[in-house]
């Protein structure tokens, strides 16, 4: 079956550290998505993708980084410039951009040691 | 910019007792709006969407929402909760069309607890 593949599920990070986070989908979806999910603030958009090679800041991307060398991968890059890193994320991936349909992750959760 | 508003961070009832968890948007035309639900640790499953027409939309689950324009609203209801729908509920938007890059905007969410 198709869907998206997140990994590691949980991830340690020591504090000045960069760490990648793997999003891989084979649904053949255009566009892909990363997501900050934090208690009680909902989901906030990183970046966003809609073709190869190229990508978009979202609401929250200063200490983050990603690439889109692959339709199928997306993976996101925690930087060390990022101060407050602990949450768990999401990426997720649409057909279109028209906005009618998403598959999520079963996402990846990060804290600093 | 568009928002989404759940008022409700954490509502409690009793299993089998009716549900409505709330939402309001904030937006110039009429947007694409979603509900999803997450267990702790999982990702989103999708319980519902609204695009046009008819405006009560049915979901998995036993849920159904309806939309009212006059009210920027989306509220998602159940008759009759189960244990089992105890988790935490996303209600989100997207503006209609092409032009948007598909960003789903999401409210803070409404965490669910069932009394047996």
């Known amino acids: 079956d198709g869907g998206i593949t997140q990994s590691p599920k949980y991830l340690f990070r020591k504090e000045g550290q960069n760490v990648t986070l793997s999003c891989e989908q084979n649904?053949?979806?255009?566009?892909m998505y990363w997501y900050r999910q934090d208690p009680g603030q909902g989901l906030r958009l990183i970046y966003y993708?809609?073709?190869?090679?190229?990508?978009q800041k979202g609401d929250i991307a200063e200490g983050y980084s990603v690439s889109r060398e692959k339709k199928e991968s997306f993976p996101l890059t925690v930087t060390s410039a990022q101060k407050n890193p602990t949450a768990f994320y999401l990426c997720?991936?649409?057909?279109?951009?028209?906005?009618?349909?998403?598959?999520f992750g079963s996402g990846t959760r990060l804290t600093v040691v | 910019a568009q928002s989404v508003t759940q008022p409700d961070i954490h509502i409690t009832v009793s299993e089998g007792a009716s549900l409505e968890l709330r939402c309001n948007y904030s937006?110039?035309?009429?947007?694409?709006l979603f509900w999803y639900v997450q267990s702790p640790g999982q990702g989103l499953q999708l319980l519902l969407k609204?695009?046009?027409?008819?405006?009560l939309v049915q979901g998995i689950k036993g849920f159904e929402a309806e939309f009212k324009r006059s009210q920027s609203s989306f509220n998602l209801r159940k008759p009759s909760v189960h244990w089992s729908d105890a988790a935490e509920y996303f209600c989100?938007?997207?503006?209609?069309?092409?032009?948007?890059?598909?960003?789903?905007?999401f409210g803070q969410g409404t965490i669910l607890t069932v009394h047996p």
């Open positions: 997720a991936s649409s057909k279109g951009v028209t906005g009618r349909g998403y598959t």
């Open positions: 649904l053949n979806h255009d566009a």
């Open positions: 993708s809609q073709i190869v090679n190229d990508f």
């Open positions: 937006y110039g035309a009429t947007p694409y």
């Open positions: 609204y695009f046009s027409g008819d405006t």
């Open positions: 989100a938007v997207v503006k209609a069309g092409g032009t948007s890059y598909g960003k789903l905007t």
